[in-house]
């Protein structure tokens, strides 16, 4: 057996084909505010990759990049200005934002409308709920490539390692709401192998290169890497699983892509709902 291979970025490339006929359809094409605060480098090649993205398809973006010292008050007024300027409709915070700057605050001051990235409290709730609401991007991305390649999910025992409030809890969230009978794992999780042994999906989600281990990955399961590390590592180790598998995202080209993906789909759904 050779495992499907969950190719994120041919998937997204297919899908911004589909969104670039939906702007032009558009009278006024939607903006992306972006916010990076800080200069951290590998922040602002993501922030880049997001401004692209809107690029390609034909959206607009406005880049807000804030300094280091940014206190949270000031924050909180550019998400203000941004939440009340009717061109803009997607607001994306790029996490995570220095220490002295209350992260959860500036989220959730982000209007519901507006949280195209799905990191507001209340969307997050609203989607957990099984409400309208834009999804986090990297767990509604991944559900995206799971949905294109037909990955059955109802019944299945997936465990999702990390708890993250914008991958792993999230996450866990969709899975359940797609019926998947779901563990959530983190750096507490006494037994990590044995939990992992079970898993029908596997989805890396906790930020360390390679704490999952290949040889706890039972035969014929689903892989999603979420993890993205230097030297190309995810947060599973891939040795050997590929002929013994059903499917898994390669890193780079599998999650990534779709992260990006998602959060352009719904700054599009945004416009048309909202604008
Ligand atoms: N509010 C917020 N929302 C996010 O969605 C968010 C964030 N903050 N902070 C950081 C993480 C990271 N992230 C990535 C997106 C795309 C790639 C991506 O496309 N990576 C390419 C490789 C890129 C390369 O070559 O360096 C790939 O996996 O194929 C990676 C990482 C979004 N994040």
Not at 155 to 181: D, E, F, Q, W, Y
């Amino acid at each position: 057996m050779s495992a499907l291979i969950l190719d994120g970025k041919t998937l997204a490339k297919q899908r911004e084909q589909m969104l670039k006929q939906r702007v032009d359809k558009l009278e006024l094409k939607p903006v992306l505010a972006t916010i990076l605060v800080g200069d951290d480098p590998a922040s602002a090649t993501y922030v880049q990759m997001k401004v692209n993205a809107c690029g390609r398809v034909g959206m607009g973006s406005r880049s807000v990049t804030l300094p280091e010292t940014t206190s949270t008050e000031e924050l909180l007024a550019t998400i203000s200005e941004l939440n009340n300027d009717p061109q803009v409709c997607g607001i994306l915070l790029q996490h995570p934002v220095p220490a002295q700057i209350d992260e959860r605050a500036c989220f959730d001051a982000i209007s519901i409308r507006k949280d195209v990235d799905g990191v507001t409290t209340q969307g997050f709730g609203r989607m957990a709920m099984g409400e309208q609401a834009f999804g986090s991007a990297t767990p509604a991305g991944i559900m995206t490539l799971l949905d294109h390649y037909g990955i059955e999910l109802a019944g299945k025992h997936a465990v999702v390692v990390g708890r993250s409030p914008i991958l792993g809890k999230p996450m866990a969230a969709m899975l359940l709401n797609a019926n998947c009978t779901v563990t959530v794992c983190h750096s507490r999780t006494a037994d990590l192998a044995d939990q992992i042994g079970r898993a029908d999906i596997v989805v890396g989600a906790v930020g360390k290169p390679e704490l999952i281990r290949a040889a706890w990955i039972k035969d014929g399961a689903v892989v999603v890497d979420a993890g993205y590390h230097p030297g190309g590592l995810g947060d599973i180790e891939k040795d050997g699983l590929e002929s013994r598998v059903s499917a898994l995202t390669p890193v780079p080209g599998g999650v990534g892509p779709m992260t990006i993906n998602a959060l352009i789909s719904q700054t599009l759904e945004a416009a048309e709902l909202f604008a």
